[in-house]
């Protein structure tokens, strides 16, 4: 991410102040931070790689599906598009 987690944290609390809905504040995050859709919709969520990881494994066990072995380093990858 070119600018880190701070410049998220800045748009997010912009976004806040001015009532933006989440997708704008997704896309000020990707088109600033240079960032995929993926990391900047977490990112505007204000949600660390392991809380999105564990999160999601949470989501599947309660929809009753398989739960996936995934890591913050396997969420990375994906949003990234290297997975």
Request: hydrophobic share 40%.
């Amino acid at each position: 991410m070119t600018h880190g987690r701070a410049c998220a944290a800045r748009i997010r609390e912009r976004a806040a102040q001015e009532g933006w809905p989440l997708v704008h504040t997704a896309a000020q995050i990707a088109t600033c931070c240079q960032v995929p859709s993926w990391r900047a919709w977490r990112l505007a969520h204000g949600m660390p790689l392991e809380e999105a990881a564990r999160r999601l494994i949470e989501l599947c066990a309660e929809a009753g599906l398989r739960q996936p072995k995934l890591h913050k380093g396997d969420l990375s990858r994906y949003e990234l598009g290297r997975a």
